[in-house]
């Protein structure tokens, strides 16, 4: 059962900027800490950024330091991703996902709730 939904994806020039947008598929779904992972082309998954229950706690890979913010609506349940200065190498399918705690770390294993993802791309 697919209960996030990713959407912002697109086609864009080095150095322009994306909004990711990461929503519930189902109703009263919850506000617990969400992430962004990305699978670039031939390489494993890896973290980008997460965010706890609350807003007021973000981590991020090196990668995406000074470059994406990860920040969240609670009203809405969604969590966002503004991507800035994207290059070549930040192409992937971005994927949200959630666990059942109020913060946690860069690893897969550690979160429950997935999203189908959502492909950039970024050419130059």
């Known amino acids: 059962q697919v209960q996030l939904v990713e959407s912002g994806g697109g086609l864009v020039q080095a150095g322009d900027s994306l909004r990711l947008l990461c929503a519930p598929s189902v109703r009263n779904f919850n506000n617990y800490a969400r992430a962004w992972f990305r699978q670039r082309p031939g390489r494993e998954r890896e973290f980008v950024a997460a965010?706890?229950?609350?807003?007021?706690?973000?981590n991020y890979a090196e990668t995406a330091k000074g470059r994406f913010t990860v920040s969240r609506d609670n009203a809405k349940s969604t969590v966002y991703l503004q991507m800035n200065n994207l290059k070549p190498e930040d192409t992937a399918i971005y994927y949200c996902?959630?666990?059942?705690?109020?913060?946690?770390?860069?690893?897969?294993?550690?979160?429950?709730?997935w999203g189908q993802g959502t492909q950039v791309t970024v050419v130059s």
């Open positions: 996902a959630e666990t059942k705690k109020g913060f946690a770390g860069p690893e897969v294993g550690e979160y429950e709730y």
């Open positions: 965010i706890n229950w609350g807003g007021t706690l973000t």
